[in-house]
């Protein structure tokens, strides 16, 4: 395991520094991620065959030039992280009472840190060439396993947790095997995310096609949620699922009367509500986390979200039968 190899680090300096020096590092370790970033982008030019899996024609710009001049992408990936650390290590933001000891906090946001990095990057693609690299999604997908393997207490709620059974002395209900592999828990963390996650992607890209009468979510939506769902979780990936199309409305209401663009790929929505997830995660656990111990109301839930994308959908029709300039 590795906790019991390098139990020290546990993320320091990001969570023992005083806070400003602490936000000043973390600000620092953004930049630096972002120019490598950039430099992973370029990398990843478009192949000539590939451009006629996106349908397009020609590629506007590449991925590198669609970060932006120099230091753009930098800046934003430094104000991203330093944000997040700032708001889990000050604001508390994920301090649960079945968050787990705090030495494992520094693992986690190394590990979080790294989901931002990588939504950037799928946001960047996908808002330029409406696709999300395999790369990409592959990368985070093993981070996701990997850290459920070596470290194995990264999770932000154990795999099962049922508040509706809690007893006054040990708390919510836990299976015990939970408790005694902590192995197999991490591992099972990471694959029921990525499945409740692309599975539920599924049935809301097939809602959509049904809505719209054409695809409106591609399969690199389903996979970049795969990844999402193996490091958050499937209880949080299902919020993420929820805040998505309700992200969406806005942003498609706000790009419409900016720019008259209605097309819009969906996979900068799921990562902006991935974000907003890990950055409000306790105010939206602590208040609805009997709900994930309680089957129907796990539906109700998806229903939610099932509900929220159909208004934007029908949002976007209407949106297309307005004249333009």
């Not at 969570?15 to 630096?32: C, E, K, N």
């Not at 919510?172 to 499945?195: D, F, N, R, T």
């Not at 419409?256 to 907003?276: C, E, N, T, Y």
């Not at 309680?294 to 004249?323: D, I, T």
Request: net charge neutral; glycine share 12%; with cysteine.
């Amino acid at each position: 395991m590795l906790a019991a190899i390098a139990p020290p680090w546990t993320g320091a300096p990001l969570t023992t520094l005083p806070a400003v020096p602490r936000l000043i590092v973390a600000a620092v370790v953004g930049g630096l991620l972002g120019l490598l970033l950039r430099v992973w982008l370029r990398r990843l030019a478009t192949p000539v065959d590939r451009l006629g899996e996106t349908g397009l024609k020609h590629v506007a710009r590449t991925w590198s030039s669609a970060a932006g001049p120099f230091p753009l992408l930098e800046v934003v990936t430094a104000g991203l992280v330093a944000g997040y650390v700032g708001l889990v290590t000050l604001a508390g933001v994920q301090q649960l009472p079945e968050q787990g000891h705090p030495d494992w906090l520094g693992f986690r946001i190394a590990l979080h840190v790294g989901l931002i990095v990588l939504l950037l990057a799928a946001t960047f693609v996908d808002l330029w060439e409406y696709i999300i690299p395999d790369e990409i999604v592959l990368t985070g997908l093993a981070a996701g396993f990997l850290a459920g393997a070596l470290v194995q207490h990264v999770h932000l709620v154990p795999l099962w947790i049922d508040w509706n059974q809690e007893h006054p002395i040990t708390g919510p209900y836990i299976p015990e095997w939970m408790k005694q592999y902590s192995l197999a828990h991490g591992l099972a963390v990471a694959a029921c995310g990525a499945v409740v996650a692309a599975g539920g992607t599924w049935l809301l890209r097939l809602l959509s096609a049904w809505v719209l009468g054409q695809e409106a979510l591609g399969f690199g939506d389903v996979t970049l949620m795969a990844m999402i769902g193996s490091i958050l979780g499937w209880q949080a990936s299902l919020c993420v699922l929820l805040l998505a199309p309700l992200v969406g409305v806005v942003v498609a209401l706000l790009v419409r009367v900016q720019s008259g663009r209605v097309a819009l790929p969906f996979g900068p929505f799921l990562a902006v509500a991935a974000v907003g997830v890990l950055c409000t995660w306790k105010w939206m656990w602590l208040p609805g986390r009997l709900i994930f111990g309680h089957w129907p109301s796990l539906l109700g839930l998806f229903g939610g979200a099932a509900v929220a994308l159909v208004l934007l959908l029908g949002l976007v029709r209407g949106l297309r039968a307005l004249p333009t300039r």
